[in-house]
């Protein structure tokens, strides 16, 4: 049951038999995928590790797949997350259209992203990736009309990504011979320095696509937007970090031996902080809660890069550790949107607004879960946060330190709108029959929730799988150890203590406040907000989500409308316009092309002496 | 009864003569010869090909030795070629079953039956003469069937189509007078011994007539005018008939001439400059095309591009990913012409913009129509994957990191009015008209192309073993040589 | 030589006409005359000054006297494709003049770009 070709197989197959059993029977196919799902967690979870679990020959190529410490932790946010998506799919995903599609799509997916992580050799890496990309590009064009574009946009750049992939693997295979990664971990070394760098920048570039690393981002916003919540929680958490996993493989594993490598990462980690940066300034200003969600996954995916990039143990342990955190909180913001979407039909901040009392749990998730984006202690985003300021610090990027810290702060503006616009504030008349969503839509984000608590008072806990994969890395000795945070309480267990007396008091002073609050609490109407005099009417709208950030849109405006967003498109336009007047070449007219043909021989006879290097 | 290669030609000849006289008797009948003659020859060519692995077959016509007489080689290439193009065969002829209307079919059965005579004549003959014969077979049938329709474009296209096959045979013609003034022989063997002595400035003369007469038919860029017309107003049976049999055939005929006679580097890096330019125009073209059937004849010439690419880097590796991409292309394309025929039959119209919603109307056929799209595009776990990945990897051991990337751009290129199809196809249009079916034979069809595909994406293996032995017999003159001449040798 | 001339001259005047005459018909002609040219080139490969027909009618007959019997052989079968190309031509011209009531080629031209 537990070998990888098991779970593979389970995958796709239970893909295939939700569209049959939608299209048969389908009440069971929603407890059919959660109780698959459930049991693939389980199966990941026991899998051994060890390099070589499985391999065959493939047309000339062999394929290897195993279970590495690294691939281990990243299948283990694609299963758990993707567990908790389906379950919160059953009631989110009630009565829409082609759920046999979206539950093939979403099995399709889930197993292309174990290929990637299990896969030992560039071919089978690259046959996952393709498949794990179609598929989800299914699922972004699943909802409408409206998301085709987005969908093809995306397809682009995806695709623009594996190519890039497939570019280097070409270069790579042209010089060792061999795609498996234990050949091309050895052989790298052995290339010249050009083949080097530029195997190192395809692959960089490749993976940054699916990462959302800028200038390559601009798919994500639309494309997180539009595809169905319970996979967006999937598509920002696990599917992005796909991207992230291919860059620690290449700058680690692929390039670890390599002179240029400083600098290269050097760059990398720049992109990452500007990344950072700007899609926080872009996340500031969007009025849409999934957009909003979609630009601070870019931002954080940014700090993540660039931890990555500075490639000291701690930065590493650092930005695994945001790895997870990341599919943590983003998978529990995109279902909390999600749910917010479920019971009023849309995700505009300012149309939906004072949540709190009608969806109590949703708040509650989408609290936990802005408090671990800004890195408050005492949930867990702080600690990654801190071991990766410490990790700059430590090396010396004081400037990269700057422009973090800058984002992670600015990131509290949109943080806060989002919490403001949909939760709080005064009570719309359309959502006044709103209810909490049902309960397996609330376990899911509730038992996230929780998990940024748990990691939060004992990081160890995560830490320890993290410095494991980092030990596949490369063996970069103490890790977290390193950290002022960590090395005072050793691990986890010292640690807990301590976050023990935080955690509980943060809790009871929750409580209370909740309580006190809660009674004290009075309805708040329009009016009492607003009138200094006036008296507004009915239809005026008064919701502070509008224009939330007027004067800072007013300042940064010019800087934010230049977008490479608008570059890609207008290039994208006019490559269309060209291949529109290359067409005319074939006019319909038969002497033309019988012309083309006469042409073409006199071409040839005329300048053979350039072309055979024969004088006729 | 004895199986030779010779029923290859003589039994679809037969047949097509056979055709008007049965259809006097039983206009049904008709219907069922195709198939008979298709399943009999697969069963012959399945037979046979071992044997071809083992040694080359060559057949000698008429008693007289070569290179006096005509001989038919039936080495590993053409098995390959004849098996692929008798289950293709099959499979259109399935399709054509219900497909045929408001004309007699006795009439397309005759006229197809010709143009498989002439494309396996094509792939087994080992007289130059001869091949322009079955060229010219080949070519008569596919302008009559282009017309099949006797609507207003198909005539047009039919006369195009015409207009420049006409040079392409003149151009064949002339360059086997060139030949034959020079060699006095016309058997292809020995004319690769004899070719050396002829003078260069001679030779490459014809060469140039070879690449521009079979070119054409090869839809070369910028020879391909006939292309785009032909392919989209044909019968759709017939626009698979030929992007899976008649370009095939023709490519290959250059193919073997070229690798007989003229194996100079520059001709292989002109193939592969005319490879490139094709891929990139035919995508281009088809890019912003209006109609369904004319995009699909634009990514068709891309596709042939992409073939001629594969063969003109001549490595065993990328003549073994050339034929890959054959197979790839024949059962795509095909799958892509058939589910788009009953799509535009459908929808009433030839436009891309009629599709929209039609996913709802019909499942089944739309669903066809998104796996072809998904498949030619490259993705795994499709067949199309493992073409494209080889023909990259054999262009990245010889070093050409510009095709690679070229290759890439145009699989983008593709990417994008595949999926805008798919896109309407399936969400531009929420309502539901009744289901409307599609005759099952046409499923049939469908299906098991869809099932190929699927089995040559998950286990390419199963065709790999033999596209080598082909490669081999393409790239490396001796052995033909050998098996055609050796008789008279010894 | 003055046949290689000749018939590359008669090939010419073809290409010409098909490349030039915007009628139908006369395209058709001119695709005629390119098939001419070349089965007088074909013919004319296999000449034999003063030769005779290769039979063994006379018993001193040798094989230097006579003609090339191959292309003559080539240049019948030429004669008969051609014949048949002409046939389908003329149908499709027919066709096309039902369809569009126009000879001209220019205004035959629904399928482009």
């Not at chain 1, 006044?432 to 996230?448: A, D, G, Q, S, Y």
């Not at chain 3, 000749?6 to 098909?18: D, E, F, K, N, R």
Request: glycine share 8%.
């Amino acid at each position: 049951m537990f070998s990888i070709s098991g779970i593979f197989i389970t995958t796709f197959v239970s893909g295939l038999v939700a569209f049959l059993l939608h299209h048969s029977v389908p009440k069971i196919r929603d407890w059919f995928s959660i109780v698959i799902m459930g049991v693939i967690v389980y199966a990941v979870w026991e899998l051994p590790v060890k390099a070589n679990l499985l391999s065959f020959k493939l047309a000339n190529y062999n394929l290897v797949f195993g279970n590495t410490e690294y691939g281990r932790l990243f299948a283990l946010i694609v299963a758990v997350l993707g567990f908790f998506a389906i379950l919160y799919s059953k009631d989110f995903m009630e009565g829409k259209p082609r759920l046999g599609y979206f539950y093939m799509a979403f099995f399709f997916s889930i197993g292309g992203m174990f290929g990637i992580v299990y896969s030992q050799d560039l071919i089978s890496l690259f046959f996952f990736w393709e498949i794990m990309t179609w598929s989800s590009f299914l699922l972004v064009i699943y909802c409408c009309k409206e998301a085709q574009k987005i969908g093809l946009k995306y397809f682009v750049f995806s695709a623009i990504g594996a190519y890039s992939i497939m570019t280097a693997m070409v270069v790579l295979y042209s010089s060792i011979g061999s795609l498996q990664f234990a050949d091309v971990f050895a052989g790298f070394g052995k290339m010249d320095f050009w083949s080097q760098l530029l195997v190192v920048v395809l692959l960089l570039m490749g993976f940054g696509v699916k990462s959302a690393t800028m200038p390559l981002h601009v798919w994500a916003p639309g494309a997180y937007r539009i595809t169905p919540s319970s996979f967006t929680a999937i598509f920002s958490g696990a599917l992005s970090k796909m991207g992230i996993f291919g860059i620690g493989l290449t700058l680690f594993k692929i390039a670890s031996a390599t002179g240029f490598y400083p600098w290269v990462q050097e760059i990398l980690a720049w992109i990452g902080a500007l990344t950072a940066l700007f899609a926080t300034f872009y996340a500031v200003f969007a009025t849409d809660a999934k957009t909003l969600l979609a630009y601070s996954s870019i931002g954080q995916l940014g700090y993540i890069v660039t931890g990555l990039a500075i490639g000291t143990p701690l930065s590493i342990a650092a930005a695994l550790f945001l790895t997870v955190m990341h599919a943590i909180f983003k998978g529990m913001l995109f279902l909390a949107t999600g749910a917010v979407y479920y019971r009023t039909g849309t995700t505009d901040m300012t149309k939906v607004s004072g949540l709190i009392r009608k969806m109590p749990y949703t708040f509650l998730t989408a609290l936990f879960g802005i408090i671990t984006v800004s890195g408050v202690p005492p949930l867990a985003g702080f600690s990654g946060k801190w071991m990766l300021y410490e990790s700059l610090i430590q090396s010396n990027h004081y400037f990269l330190v700057v422009v973090i810290f800058f984002s992670s702060t600015a990131a509290f503006l949109y943080l806060y709108r989002y919490i403001f616009s949909l939760f709080l504030g005064q009570e719309e008349k359309e959502t006044e029959n709103v209810k909490e969503v049902p309960w397996l839509m609330r376990i899911p984000m509730l038992l996230l929730a929780l998990a940024t608590l748990v990691f939060g008072v004992a990081p160890g806990l995560l830490l320890h799988p993290v410095s494991a994969a980092m030990k596949y890395l490369g063996d970069f000795g103490v890790t977290y150890q390193t950290s002022v945070l960590f090395n005072e309480w050793g691990n986890k267990v010292d640690m807990l203590t301590v976050a023990n007396t935080i955690g509980v008091v943060f809790i009871i002073v929750t409580i209370i406040i909740t309580i006190k609050g809660y009674r004290s609490t009075r309805y708040v109407t329009t009016k009492d907000i607003h009138t200094s005099g006036e008296v507004p009417t009915e239809n005026e709208n008064l919701t502070y989500a509008v224009d939330f950030y007027k004067p800072f849109e007013r300042a940064l405006g010019s800087v934010l409308k230049a977008s490479v967003d608008k570059i890609y498109n207008a290039t994208g336009r006019i490559l269309e316009q060209s291949f529109d007047y290359l067409r005319y070449v074939y006019t319909g007219n038969g002497q033309t092309y019988a012309m083309y043909v006469v042409l073409f021989l006199t071409i040839l006879v005329v300048f053979s002496e350039l072309i055979f290097g024969i004088k006729l | 009864m004895n199986l030779t290669p010779v029923q290859f030609v003589a039994i679809p000849l037969f047949a097509a003569f056979l055709i008007p006289i049965v259809a006097k008797i039983s206009k049904e009948a008709v219907k069922y010869i195709p198939g008979i003659v298709f399943l009999y020859l697969a069963y012959v060519a399945f037979t046979l090909f071992p044997k071809a692995l083992e040694k080359p077959i060559v057949e000698i016509i008429a008693g007289f030795k070569p290179p006096f007489g005509i001989v038919l080689y039936f080495g590993p290439t053409a098995a390959f070629l004849v098996s692929m193009v008798m289950v293709v065969g099959f499979v259109i002829w399935l399709y054509s079953f219900k497909f045929i209307i408001r004309e007699p079919s006795e009439k397309y059965y005759m006229l197809f039956m010709m143009l498989i005579t002439g494309a396996t004549g094509i792939m087994l003959t080992g007289d130059v003469f001869n091949l322009f014969v079955f060229f010219e077979i080949t070519a008569i049938a596919a302008y009559s069937l282009t017309a099949f329709l006797r609507d207003k474009d198909g005539a047009e296209a039919a006369f195009k189509y015409l207009l420049i096959g006409s040079f392409s045979s003149t151009f064949f013609l002339l360059a086997i007078a060139l030949i034959y003034s020079n060699t006095h022989t016309l058997n292809m063997a020995d004319l690769a011994v004899k070719m050396q002595n002829v003078d260069v400035t001679t030779k490459l003369f014809i060469l140039i007539l070879f690449i521009s007469g079979l070119g054409i038919e090869s839809e070369l860029f910028p020879l391909n005018g006939w292309a785009p017309d032909a392919y989209s107003q044909a019968p759709t049976p017939v626009a698979a008939v030929f992007a899976g049999i008649v370009v095939k055939a023709s490519l290959y005929a250059l193919l073997r001439l070229v690798f007989l006679m003229f194996n100079w580097s520059e001709v292989f890096y002109l193939l592969l400059v005319l490879g490139v330019i094709t891929m990139l125009v035919g995508e281009m073209s088809a890019m912003r095309q209006h109609q369904i059937k004319r995009m699909l004849a634009f990514s068709s010439i891309g596709q042939m591009g992409l073939i001629v690419i594969a063969f003109s880097i001549a490595t065993v590796p990328s003549l073994q990913a050339g034929f890959f991409q054959m197979v790839n292309h024949v059962l795509i394309k095909s799958l892509l012409f058939f589910s788009a025929g009953y799509l535009v039959f459908h929808s009433g119209s030839k436009d891309i913009s009629a599709l929209d919603g039609l996913g709802k109307e019909k499942p089944i056929t739309s669903f066809f129509f998104a796996f072809g799209a998904l498949a030619i595009l490259g993705l795994p776990p499709f067949s199309g994957f493992w073409g494209k990945m080889f023909i990259l990897m054999a262009a990245g051991n010889s070093h050409l990191l510009l095709v690679v990337v070229l290759i890439l751009i145009s699989g983008i290129i593709e990417a994008v009015y595949y999926l805008r199809v798919i896109s309407r196809l399936y969400f531009y249009k929420e309502t539901t008209k009744e289901v409307r079916r599609t005759p099952v034979s046409g499923l049939v069809a469908m299906g098991i192309l869809t099932v190929l595909i699927i089995i040559l994406g998950l286990y390419p293996n199963t065709i790999l073993a033999y596209l080598k032995p082909a490669a081999n017999d393409l790239l490396h003159r001796t052995e033909y040589i050998n098996a055609v001449l050796g008789q008279i040798h010894l | 030589m003055i046949f290689y001339v000749t018939s590359i001259l008669v090939i010419l005047i073809g290409i010409y006409a098909v490349l030039v005459k915007k009628n139908l018909i006369k395209i058709v002609i001119g695709l005629s005359i390119v098939d001419s040219g070349v089965n007088l080139l074909l013919i004319s490969i296999g000449y034999v000054k003063h030769g005779t027909a290769p039979i063994f009618s006379r018993p001193d007959l040798t094989a230097a006297q006579m003609v090339d019997p191959v292309p003559q052989a080539l240049v019948l079968t030429a004669i008969v494709i051609g014949l048949g190309v002409t046939a389908v031509a003329l149908a499709l011209v027919i066709r096309l003049y039902d369809h569009h009531k126009t000879m001209d080629i220019n205004k035959i031209r629904k399928l482009k770009w």
